[in-house]
T-cell receptor
């Protein structure tokens, strides 16, 4: 099976930088994804890392170290609209994603 | 219109009733999934399907069944609902294998309450 660990909550002020760490244990590994969810709405895809290194998409970046079974999502220049839950998800094989419990990010003015 | 549409969006039912949640998609994706979300537990996979003739159990399939009526339609049934099936249910689609398989497209969710 798979297990993922990520912090349950993070609070930061507008304009700050937040890093959400995700460590995982899995029998197989194809890649690590990140999703954002606002207030129980549809989760939306943010990024996918299949190889080690940093992927940058605008204010958000995602990093993966396969040897450490570790990844993180970096949120820069935080805005109020970034208040949401963020999920890491490991792809252990070609046919599914297994999700972490999620990190609630609260952005304060 | 949403690419992945779930109906109903909200449903309250009683223990023992049969419930069907429906999902339709206009993205043309072959792969469809049903996930369940509970507070503090993230999303857990119930069933998935790669085409009309392919149905597979996920992590928590007990008490659920599915039907893939067409490439665009994937329904989830609770034959005899029980209170611990109270949750938020999401349908999702994906393109297929390769890097794009890390990206799921979710519907808006169906909130089910079993009394």
């Amino acid at each position: 099976g798979q297990s993922l660990e990520q912090p349950s909550e993070v609070t930061a002020v507008e304009g700050a930088i937040v890093q959400i760490n995700c460590t995982y244990q899995t029998s197989g590994f194809y890649g690590l994804s990140w999703y954002q969810q606002h207030d129980g709405g549809a989760p939306t895809f943010l990024s996918y890392n299949a190889l080690d290194g940093l992927e940058e998409t605008g204010r958000f970046s995602s990093f993966l170290s396969r040897s450490d079974s570790y990844g993180y999502l970096l949120l820069q220049e935080l805005q109020m609209k970034d208040s949401a839950s963020y999920f890491c998800a490991v792809r252990p094989n070609d046919y599914k994603l297994s999700f972490g419990a999620g990190t609630t990010v609260t952005v304060r003015a | 219109d949403a690419d992945v549409t779930q109906t109903p969006r909200n449903r309250i039912t009683k223990t023992g009733k049969r419930i069907m949640l429906e999902c339709s998609q206009t993205k043309g994706h072959d792969r469809m999934y049903w996930y369940r979300q509970d507070p503090g537990l993230g999303l857990r996979l119930i069933y998935y399907s790669f085409d009309v003739k392919d149905i597979n159990k996920g992590e928590i399939s007990d008490g659920y069944s599915v039907s893939r009526q067409a490439q665009a339609k994937f329904s989830l049934s609770l034959e005899s609902a029980i209170p611990n099936q109270t949750a938020l249910y999401f349908c999702a689609t994906s393109v297929g294998s390769g890097g794009s398989a890390g990206e799921l497209f979710f519907g808006e969710g169906s909130r089910l309450t079993v009394l």
